[in-house]
Each structure stands twice: as structure tokens, then as C-alpha cells.
């Protein structure tokens, strides 16, 4: 099935550094999501983008849904180890007529944080 | 306002026997999304239902496995005579009709054991 290029796959780093990772894709997305999984939990929302070009905080997070709307990115600033956890993001394609709102998936950056 | 509720949270069955797992949607919401996860691996997408409807199964195998949405009651998600490679965490999300419908709030999990 179709498929998100998330990177980087995985990133250990030290407490208080930036975090940086991003999404591509080969097709136009109309929304743009990232969400957080912590170990034994469901996936959390955390920034959603619906227009090219929008660039979102939500706390020390921001995320920016590409002018291309082919890619989006998510910083996280002064990393602190509850930060912990894999990120997803996910997109969805225009609607077809058949209205199918399935998302599509990156396969997630994996973030680990030395305190 | 309850989130999504999955249950059993932890199930154990032997190979052969049969699996039953829950999902209940936040209230309001009318569309659910059953996803596999793997340890280590991202999210795949199994099926997408609306009341009483299938919306889009391209992700289920096409033995062993179904999913309904009845009009009363929660999602169910079957796997009949399981057998070593159903382990696996399989997450409910769910979304509402209408407005910015393609946001997914997910529960716990369900994680499937079999020996």
C-alpha cells in the first residue's frame, strides 16, 4: 500500500537539543498529521495542518505542512526525555468521489533522549 | 468524555482459537479504523467502517479476519483460529462525520498474544 518517507528512522540525543524530522511524499496531500506513541500507549495527536504553508506550535512543537503540500516537517525544541517515544505522520490525499478518508502512514522516527 | 475504549487491553489465545476485540468510538463519532502494529514496526492499516458499513478493507487478510460496526453496540474485530503471526497490537481509532473528519483519535490498544 502506499506509504510516507518518514526520517530520519530513529534519532538519540541529549537532553536539550532541537529535534528535527520530516515526511515526504510523491503525491499532493490536502491534510498533513503528526502524532506520538509512547511505549504500550495509542498514537496522540499532536499538530494537525490543513493548508500549504501553515506552520504550527503546540508548546515546544511546531510543524510546517509544505508549500508543495508533498512534504511537512516537526521540530522539537530543548528536548526533554519525556519526549520519549516514536512520531508519526500521517496525510490524506484529495477526496475521491468515493469520500475514502483512510490517512496514509510514515513508518515513524523513533526518539530517544539521553538525560 | 470518554476517548476511544478498546478491550481486552491483553489477550492471550493458542493457536486455533478465536480472537474478539473491542472498540468502542468517542461519542459522536460514526467512522472507526482498525490498525495492526507489529513491535518495532509503524502502523498498518486494516479496515475503516461506518455504521453498518465496510468503508474500505483493503487491509485485511482475506482469511481468518473481519470486522463489523453494528448499529448499536461497539466495533468488533475477528480473527478466527489465530495462529503465531496475529501477535501483534491492534489499535481502534475513530473519527467524526463531518467537519475536519480526517482527524483519528485512537485508544490503548489491544495487544494479542498467541502461544
Known amino acids: 500500500g502506499q506509504q510516507l518517507n518518514q526520517s530520519p528512522q530513529s534519532m538519540f540525543i541529549q537532553e536539550g537539543e532541537d529535534v528535527s524530522m520530516n515526511c515526504t511524499s510523491s503525491?499532493?496531500?490536502?491534510?498533513w498529521l503528526w502524532y506520538k506513541q509512547e511505549p504500550g500507549e495509542g498514537p496522540v495527536l499532536l499538530i494537525a495542518?490543513?493548508?500549504a504553508g501553515e506552520l504550527t506550535s503546540n508548546g515546544r512543537l511546531t510543524a510546517q505542512f509544505g508549500i508543495t503540500r508533498k512534504d511537512s516537517f516537526l521540530n522539537i525544541s530543548a528536548s526533554i526525555p519525556s519526549d520519549v517515544g516514536i512520531y508519526f505522520c500521517?496525510?490524506?490525499?484529495?477526496?475521491?468521489?468515493?469520500?475514502?478518508?483512510?490517512?496514509?502512514w510514515g513508518l515513524g522516527t523513533s526518539l530517544a533522549v539521553n538525560p | 468524555n470518554a476517548g476511544v475504549m478498546q478491550n481486552p487491553r491483553h489477550l492471550v489465545r493458542r493457536r486455533g482459537q478465536e480472537a474478539r476485540l473491542r472498540c468502542s468510538p468517542m461519542?459522536?463519532?460514526?467512522?472507526v479504523y482498525w490498525y495492526r502494529q507489529l513491535p518495532e514496526e509503524g502502523l498498518k492499516f486494516m479496515v475503516y467502517l461506518q455504521k453498518e458499513n465496510i468503508i474500505d478493507e483493503s487491509g485485511m487478510p482475506k482469511e481468518r479476519f473481519s470486522a463489523e460496526f453494528p448499529k448499536e453496540g461497539p466495533s468488533i474485530l475477528r480473527i478466527q483460529q489465530v495462529v503465531r503471526g496475529d501477535s501483534a497490537a491492534y489499535f481502534c481509532?475513530?473519527?467524526?462525520?463531518?467537519?475536519?473528519?480526517?482527524?483519528?483519535?485512537f485508544g490503548a490498544g489491544s495487544r494479542l498474544t498467541v502461544l
Open positions: 495542518l490543513y493548508k
Open positions: 461519542k459522536g463519532h460514526s467512522h
Open positions: 503525491s499532493i496531500f490536502n491534510t
Open positions: 500521517a496525510g490524506q490525499l484529495p477526496l475521491p468521489a468515493g469520500n475514502n478518508r483512510k490517512l496514509i
Open positions: 481509532a475513530s473519527s467524526p462525520q463531518g467537519g475536519r473528519a480526517n482527524v483519528l483519535t
